[in-house]
């Protein structure tokens, strides 16, 4: 059974940053492409960066220049860094693969960004 836990959110204000990490269950992340996902209540979950197993690296243009996405595959863990964040950057944050899993759904990381 696959399990993902994200943490690392919280109220930051604008222009800050803030890592968040995924840690996996069940999964190996160093043979899956794995993504940070955002959703606002309303609206649609966005990708906002992506990571293949060759370490090949996504990104829309939104957060592009400000996220960055890692791997550390010894710990089967993933990390966003978030750097100059915005307001709009306000969501709940989930790891899941790429294309994603509807089973895989975690309870997500609340970022909170402060104008």
């Known amino acids: 059974q696959v399990q993902l836990v994200e943490s690392g959110g919280g109220l930051v204000q604008a222009g800050g940053s803030l890592t968040l990490s995924c840690t996996g269950s069940?999964?190996?992340?160093?043979?899956?492409?794995m993504a940070w996902y955002r959703q606002v209540p309303g609206k649609q979950r966005e990708l906002v960066a992506a990571?293949?197993?060759?370490?090949?690296?996504t990104y829309p243009i939104s957060v592009k220049g400000r996220f960055t996405i890692s791997r550390d595959s010894a710990k089967n863990m993933m990390y966003l860094q978030m750097n100059s964040l915005k307001p709009e950057d306000t969501a709940v944050y989930h790891c899941?693969?790429?294309?994603?899993?509807?089973?895989?759904w975690g309870q997500g990381t609340q970022v909170t960004v402060s104008s």
């Open positions: 069940g999964i190996s992340f160093a043979f899956t492409t």
């Open positions: 990571i293949t197993r060759l370490r090949a690296q």
């Open positions: 899941n693969t790429s294309p994603s899993r509807d089973e895989f």
